[in-house]
């Protein structure tokens, strides 16, 4: 084994090297409970799950907020009087320019969720990163089993200043801090779409100014030679649309040496699939529909 082969593998949170796929529930378990919520976080654990998956953007006095989109989101969100959010307001209720405590005001979870009509109903609000890592700590304290973190930092260059701090390396600061505080390293995986993001934490990863975490490129449509191309690095793992991987796709990304973790697998049949084409993971709403979780 060369020592470069030798240092992936060091680096590497200790699931990523598991033989058997591992099962993340998707924003908690999206089909089950409200998204990205401590509830969802919380019986995805109870039923099995060791690798939580959550996306995080920033309030307008720099906190952490686990949402997967920068406003509050009229599918399933009510304003503080009950009423619900319209379509038409969506943009005017921008998370980056509103502090946390008016951000917990907001309910994500009573109204339930039309496309995801399992959901259980309950009232509920969006938790900070700190209050998600907190119960995910507390969780393996007694339990005594290892628990994961894929973090999306939910990063978008049309909202550089606007929905989102300034800069990718002001928002994965904020980030990290936050991670630091409770977690080590080697149970953390960041994840982003933003190819500007996996490249600040590969140089600050560089410098020593933050310890090593496996890097996640997430990609739609994008092969795996495009995107060590792009990114000039080997990031931990290429997660794909499980739509767009066959089986040569995940022989190739193995080849140049990532995992393969796609999203948002679904049903049991889909999940199998993979698992038969040889993924590494797989990351999906429903965790109680894997073949069996691990």
């Known amino acids: ?18 033989q058997v796929p591992m099962i993340q529930g998707h924003r908690g378990c999206r089909g089950l409970f409200p998204e990205n919520s401590l509830p969802a976080f919380a019986h995805a654990l109870n039923i099995g799950v060791r690798v939580l998956e959550m996306d995080v953007c920033i309030s307008a006095d720099g906190q952490v907020v686990v949402s997967h989109e920068p406003v509050m989101n009229a599918l399933y969100t009510s304003k503080p009087d009950g009423s619900p959010i319209m379509k038409s307001e969506e943009a005017s209720l921008n998370i980056f320019q509103m502090p946390y405590v008016e951000i917990k005001k907001f309910d994500v979870g009573q109204r339930g969720n039309a496309l995801f009509p399992e959901q259980v109903r309950i009232a509920t609000y969006k938790p900070l990163l700190a209050e998600v890592l907190a119960l995910g700590e507390a969780f393996r304290m007694k339990s005594g089993e290892s628990v994961y ?146």
């Not at 973190?149 to 606007?162: A, F, R």
């Open 149 to 294: 973190y894929n973090i999306e930092i939910k990063s978008d260059p049309k909202g550089y200043g606007e929905t989102q701090p300034a800069t990718v390396d002001e928002f994965s600061k904020l980030v990290w801090a936050q991670i630091k505080a409770q977690v080590k390293p080697e149970f953390v995986m960041l994840q982003s779409f933003d190819f500007a993001v996996l490249k600040y934490w590969e140089r600050a990863m560089g410098r020593g100014e933050i310890p090593k975490v496996a890097l996640s490129a997430l990609v739609t449509r994008k092969s795996p030679e495009a995107v060590v191309k792009e990114l000039g690095f080997v990031p931990a793992v290429y997660s794909s649309n499980f739509t767009d991987l066959t089986k040569p796709v995940v022989e190739k990304a193995h080849e140049l040496g990532m995992k393969v973790i796609p999203w948002t697998a679904n049903e049991t049949q889909q999940i199998q699939g993979l698992i038969d084409m040889g993924v590494d993971g797989v990351i999906t709403d429903y965790p109680n529909r894997a073949p069996k979780i691990h």
């Open 1 to 18: 084994m060369t020592y470069k082969c030798l240092f992936f593998l060091l680096v590497l949170p200790t699931y990523l090297m598991a």
